[in-house]
């Protein structure tokens, strides 16, 4: 594809609900990482994926948040029983290989409110 | 713990006025070193990196930045600026490690007034 695609642009949910949030990434890009901007805040790393596995999950801020990846595809970003706190929005970047000069390119994000 | 530090959170400016923008990051071994911009409306884009060689790099739209090892600083620099320039700017690195994973700073939000 063109670019990294993100969906759905805008959610809004209501507290306790679940959520998923949908990255596609460049075609052949192996890696692929999820980011959350809050607020006034600059970018938040998640959860790093290299092909179908999450080498790196350090970043997810609780067990209600979840990852999967398809092969080297779409990924899945869940989180369970939203809070306020998770209002924020999810980006996804795609790198071709993760040990090269490459660079990491964005997609327009996910704006996930939690009322 | 690793870190990025912008030291502006906002900046105004004129157009042709000159724009320094400081980025000082924290962590002792061998980084790559990326400003990334994201216009209004639009996503995040690269506007340049380092990963070795001439600290001095150039980017797009006239934009470049020095990578000062001893002061752990990548300063971003355009002589001239435009009102096409309003934008965010984040200063990031990564450990130039397998992982890859990027550590952002705050952001600089630049507003140029025509």
């Known amino acids: 594809g063109a670019g990294v695609s993100q969906s759905p642009s805008n959610k809004v949910t209501e507290k306790g609900k679940d959520v998923e949030l949908r990255c596609d990434p460049i075609?052949?890009?192996?890696?692929l990482y999820w980011y959350r901007q809050r607020l006034g805040q600059g970018l938040e790393f998640l959860i790093y994926?290299?092909?179908?596995?999450?080498?790196?999950k350090s970043g997810l801020p609780s067990d209600r948040f979840s990852a999967e990846r398809t092969g080297e595809s779409v990924s899945t970003l869940t989180i369970q029983r939203t809070q306020q706190e998770d209002s924020a929005v999810y980006l996804c970047?795609?790198?071709?290989?993760?040990?090269?000069?490459?660079?990491?390119?964005f997609g327009p994000g996910t704006r996930l409110t939690v009322l | 713990a690793q870190s990025v530090s912008q030291h502006n959170h906002h900046v105004i400016l004129s157009e042709a006025a000159s724009l320094e923008l400081g980025c000082n990051y924290s962590?002792?071994?061998?980084?790559?070193l990326f400003w990334y911009v994201q216009y209004p409306g639009q996503h995040l884009q690269l506007l340049l990196k380092?990963?070795?060689?001439?600290?001095l790099v150039k980017g797009i739209k006239g934009f470049e930045a020095e990578f000062i090892k001893s002061k752990f600083s990548f300063n971003l620099r355009k002589p001239s600026v435009q009102w096409s320039d309003t934008a965010e700017y984040f200063c990031a690195f990564d450990r130039g490690s397998t992982l890859g994973r990027l550590y952002f700073g705050r952001g600089t939000q630049l507003t140029v007034w025509p």
């Open positions: 994926f290299q092909g179908n596995s999450a080498p790196d």
């Open positions: 962590y002792g071994g061998t980084v790559n």
């Open positions: 075609s052949g890009h192996t890696a």
């Open positions: 970047a795609s790198k071709k290989v993760p040990t090269s000069t490459d660079t990491q390119y």
């Open positions: 380092y990963f070795s060689g001439d600290p």
